[in-house]
């Protein structure tokens, strides 16, 4: 669980939920001692397999505002088709324009699999962009070197890892 922060207003809530997968590659990983590995093992496992992101707003926020920050930060991360980036960012869009914006509570899954990216909004599915390598990218704003939570990283580990 982290938190997305811009300035010192706290944006969303992040939590990532993965398979056993995750957990038993970084067991014998201390956090401590093997923190670097243990960053990288992470974001290795949980882009090969079915990794989900649960937002939830704490913040309001518009709707183009939501999905361009998102997409910003996935086309950062993505060498692949930018038409890809923008079927992500109509996908947001859409899920939250029809409640005018994303208010405290409102809820985002995206789901990662080998599959694509499917998005979620409030508990309606708004549909799947068909790209492993959009996925993965998606992963990576969460769990690279510039992650835009590092207090979720660092849940991760604290987690899953050994002292």
């Known amino acids: 669980?982290?938190?997305?922060?811009k300035a010192i207003i706290n944006i969303y809530a992040v939590a990532m939920y993965s398979g056993a997968e995750v957990k038993?590659?970084?067991e014998p990983l201390s956090r401590r001692k093997n923190k670097k590995d243990a960053y990288q093992t992470l974001r290795n496992v949980a882009r090969s397999t079915p990794t989900t992101f649960?937002?939830?707003m704490v913040f309001k926020t518009?709707?183009?505002t939501m999905a361009n920050a998102i997409a910003e930060s996935v086309g950062s991360r993505f060498s692949g088709d930018s038409e890809e980036v923008n079927q992500l960012k109509k996908l947001i869009f859409d899920g939250v324009s029809t409640k005018?914006?994303?208010t405290k509570g409102t809820t985002f899954e995206f789901d990662c699999t080998d599959d694509g990216l499917t998005?979620?909004?409030d508990g309606g599915t708004q549909g799947t962009v068909h790209s492993t390598s959009l996925s993965?990218?998606?992963?990576?704003v969460y769990l690279d070197d510039k992650t835009v939570s590092?207090?979720?990283?660092?849940?991760?580990?604290?987690?899953?890892?050994?002292a």
């Not at 669980?1 to 922060?5: H, S």
């Not at 590092?150 to 050994?162: F, G, M, T």
């Open 62 to 64: 518009g709707a183009e």
């Open 150 to 162: 590092a207090q979720l990283r660092d849940s991760c580990l604290e987690n899953c890892c050994a």
């Open 136 to 140: 993965q990218a998606f992963c990576d």
């Open 1 to 5: 669980v982290g938190v997305r922060k």
């Open 100 to 102: 005018g914006a994303a």
């Open 54 to 56: 649960l937002l939830e």
């Open 119 to 121: 998005i979620t909004v």
């Open 24 to 26: 038993k590659a970084l």
